[in-house]
């Protein structure tokens, strides 16, 4: 009888799991270790993992072998590394697709600055460790530690393929693996190994990773803060000593509301199929018109001063317009929602009464639908927060003082990349069109011989860039766009003339 376990593994195959499933370094490792992460998932994944076997308590390898492939008894034999034999057959799916191409949906930049903090590895060796399973091994960051670099890497995957290994492999050294590490118990009978599966997951594992999993803490979308919280969360002696301090504009009276919204989408997104919502809204960008839109859900955030939820679909647009002109991501202000509703699940029904267009269907219900690593790639490339709003270069002029107390040795320092003032001026001239404004900022620029250029792509019309710029006061200022100088100018004449004497 198979019976559903109370423990679900639905851990991210982060750097810190993936130390915590097999000994020693994952250089050696790496393709063992996302392996048994994989069995694991098909042993005690979610109802809405597609990995989970329908196992019952008990198995034996085979039992587990059969259901796990495709035409398992031909191609998976005990000693042989089973061929390409069919796309469908998880066989054929490469080391790097688990990791980072799964429902889980992994970023891989992020993973592999993950990887480096432990290990001391040149990219394109860790590409190649990512490819193959194979790499040329380096010392690790652990002080007195003499690893040479001689050492290599296990047998290379075949085809990078993660699981073209012998079911001798598998059950010899997988599956003993997971025995060993608690996550399987193990009793002959008849003359075979009879697996059982735990009601708890390893003490071992548990305690490492605590209340503090990196699923969790993918919350912080900042990872230095994420790790200051998971070291002072907790209080300390039985006193609180971290907090932190957040502004929340929602009005209280629609904290019920805006609770009512986050249990809705919570329920939604325990569907394995994620339908597609309609949203009446009051935009602010549109002078508080109240708008309809159908949109795909993806994520709540919470940035600066209230929760957004992020969907993929129609934006916000005067009713004259459209509705489907334009498909793009938006954040919606929770408590401007006044109405959320479930669309049907129905093909036909979104197409003909909703007229949502077969591309975003297929697009939102396919292989890999929006979700919320597509939001951080997204901010990842552009200064901002409005995702939905187009790049453009942005070149500032720092006083230089501000700029060392304010920008150097910070994170902004990486943000903002610095350029010489011959630069800002071919940028100028590429940039403008109009004579006169060019000879006007590039007698800025020569007039300004000691600031500090730099330049960063950001997110046009986003009021948090104005409002962060604002605040930098006559620290900085904007040189190109033009558009975005004229609109400072613009707002600082008009904001100086209520202070005028």
């Known amino acids: 009888m198979i019976t559903e376990k109370k423990e679900i593994f639905d851990y991210l195959p982060t750097v810190e799991v993936l130390k915590l499933l097999t000994p020693g370094s994952l250089k050696q490792n790496l393709a063992k270790a996302v392996r048994l992460w994989v069995i694991l998932r098909s042993l005690y994944g979610g109802k809405n993992d597609d990995v989970k076997l329908p196992l019952a308590e008990e198995f034996t390898f085979l039992e587990w072998r059969n259901l796990f492939f495709i035409d398992a008894k031909k191609h998976h034999s005990r000693d042989s590394i089973p061929s390409l034999h069919d796309l469908e057959c998880r066989c054929s799916r490469k080391l790097i697709d688990w990791l980072f191409s799964s429902y889980l949906r992994l970023d891989k930049s992020q993973w592999c ?90 003490e071992i594992f548990l305690s490492s990773t605590g209340n503090y999993l990196e699923k969790d803490r993918e ?82 955030y919470y940035y600066q001063r209230a929760p957004y939820l992020f969907a993929y679909g129609q934006i916000p647009r005067p009713e004259e317009e459209d509705a489907w ?29 909703y007229h949502i267009p077969k591309h975003l269907i297929d697009k ?40 060392a107390n304010n920008i150097q040795g910070t994170e902004r320092d990486e943000m903002f990349i610095k350029v010489d003032s011959i630069k800002v001026q071919t940028l100028i001239k590429s940039k403008l069109t109009s004579l006169p404004e060019q000879k006007y900022l590039i007698s800025q620029v020569k007039s300004y011989k ?13 009021n948090n860039i104005v409002m962060r710029l604002r605040a930098w006061g006559p620290n900085v200022e904007v040189i190109l766009p033009w558009s975005l100088r004229q609109r400072m100018a613009k707002e600082i004449t008009e904001t100086y003339q209520f202070y005028r004497e």
């Open 113 to 202: 600055q993950t990887f480096r903090k432990y290990y001391e590895i040149e990219s394109v060796e860790l590409e190649k460790l990512l490819l193959t399973g194979v790499g040329s091994s380096c010392q690790e960051n652990h002080p007195g530690n003499k690893q040479q670099a001689s050492k290599r890497f296990s047998k290379a995957l075949t085809d990078g393929r993660l699981f073209a290994v012998t079911s001798r492999n598998l059950q010899e050294n997988d599956f003993l693996a997971l025995v060993n590490l608690g996550w399987l118990n193990v009793k002959q009978k008849n003359g075979n190994d009879v697996y059982t599966k735990i009601d708890e997951f390893p």
């Open 219 to 300: 919350q912080f979308t900042h990872e230095e803060l994420s790790a200051f919280n998971n070291s002072l969360s907790q209080p300390i002696n039985g006193v609180q000593r971290f907090f932190i301090h957040t502004e929340y504009i929602i009005h209280p009276h629609l904290y019920n509301h805006v609770e009512s919204l986050q249990q809705q989408l919570k329920q939604i997104w325990q569907q394995e199929k994620i339908p597609f919502i309609k949203l009446t809204y009051r935009s602010a960008k549109l002078y508080q018109d109240t708008i309809d839109c159908l949109v795909y859900p993806v994520c709540i």
């Open 325 to 353: 002109r334009q498909i793009n991501w938006y954040d919606y202000r929770l408590d401007r929602i006044l109405e959320l509703s479930v669309l049907s699940p129905s093909r036909d029904e979104l197409d003909k009464k």
């Open 364 to 403: 939102c219900w396919g292989k890999y639908p929006p979700s919320p690593n597509d939001i951080k790639n997204k901010m990842s490339e552009a200064w901002g927060f409005d995702i939905y709003q187009p790049e453009e270069l942005l070149i500032l002029r720092f006083n230089q003082y501000f700029y």
């Open 450 to 462: 000691n600031s500090i250029y730099c330049k960063i792509n950001y997110r046009q019309n986003d």
